[in-house]
């Protein structure tokens, strides 16, 4: 199968109808309806996204995230109830690559899938040996890899393709997220902290991004 889409919902009517409209739009879902059966199932089949619910039966959502991120970077759009920002921060610093609040139009559902998985698109991309693949979400330098999860990929893209160009941080937030949402500026610091980690592990430590006080962020060489 591809365009295999997993949703994971506990509301079988939504389930079922965000099911409908994926297939009106040429995907394949599958349903899953409790937390338990999800990690095997996508260790098993790999879809090529997940819109995953984080109040859950069983597994929560979050915990669920946090699993599949330790051994895959496939999208992860997490939908619930809860507004307020520390939720919103969590989910995206576990590893989601969206977060939607219900209610929600199955529509806009489809939309944020596609705008995450235009960004899996193969490319390829270096900066003195700083290489990244876009296809499997890693960066490469002197022969060692690291995976990214696809926020970071974003993240780093943009700062990597133009290296010593300064990126104030709302550009860096436009080009992460398709729909031009305002995120909390410690949403983008925390981003940028777990990609200089990364990229230290493998460079010996060097510190490839550097913050320009009051302005935002660079990538030197």
């Known amino acids: ?15 079922t109808l965000l099911s409908d409209y994926f297939l009106q739009a040429n995907y394949t879902p599958h349903l899953i309806h409790q937390g338990n059966d999800v990690v095997d199932w996508v260790k098993e089949h790999q879809p090529n996204a997940i819109i995953l619910d984080i109040m859950l039966p069983g597994k929560s959502g979050i915990d669920i995230c946090k699993e599949i991120r330790q051994f895959s970077n496939i999208p992860i759009l997490m939908l619930t109830a809860k507004v307020d920002e520390i939720d919103r921060l969590l989910g995206l610093e576990l590893g989601a690559d969206d977060y939607i609040c219900k209610p929600f139009s199955p529509r806009e559902v489809v939309a944020r899938v596609k705008a995450v998985l235009r960004r899996t698109t193969v490319i390829e991309q270096s900066s003195d040996k700083l ?7 890693i960066v490469g330098f002197n022969n060692k890899e690291v995976s990214l999860t696809s926020v970071e990929f974003q993240l780093l893209k943009p700062l990597a393709n133009k290296p010593e160009r300064i990126f104030t941080r709302e550009q860096l937030m436009q080009n992460m997220y398709s729909d031009h949402r305002i995120v909390n500026y410690r949403t983008i610091d925390s981003h940028i902290k777990k990609l200089r980690k990364k990229l230290a592990d493998i460079s010996d430590g060097k510190d490839w991004i550097q913050s320009v006080y009051g302005t935002g962020y660079r990538l030197v060489l």
């Open 131 to 137: 290489q990244l693949d876009e296809h499997r979400f």
């Open 1 to 15: 199968m591809s365009n295999v889409i997993l949703i994971v919902e506990d509301e079988i009517k939504l389930a």
